[in-house]
């Protein structure tokens, strides 16, 4: 963990978190890509807030880190 304010830290926790989930259901998504559609479906605007919420986060604590992971994708992830 980085040695910042406390509350960027929790920041960096929760995002941490965040994105575990979202890598876990993407292995899961993989691993049985038949089953797979419903479960999109239903979690795709959960998957999109999630990016758009880590990502508002992470331009606070660490506005170079966010942008490095946005690649060119900011104005998608920020509307």
């Known amino acids: 963990m980085t040695r910042t304010a406390s ?3 929790v920041a960096l926790a929760l ?4 994105i575990m989930f979202l ?11 038949e089953h797979a559609v419903v479960p999109i479906f239903c979690l795709h605007n959960y998957m ?5 919420e880590s990502h508002r986060a992470l331009r606070h604590v660490n506005p170079d880190l966010a942008d490095m992971l946005a690649y ?6 920020v509307s």
């Open 7 to 9: 509350g960027n830290d």
């Open 48 to 52: 999109c807030l999630i990016i758009h």
């Open 72 to 77: 060119d994708c900011t104005p998608a992830i």
């Open 23 to 33: 890598r876990r259901f993407a292995h899961s998504v993989t691993a049985a890509p």
């Open 15 to 18: 995002i941490g978190q965040d």
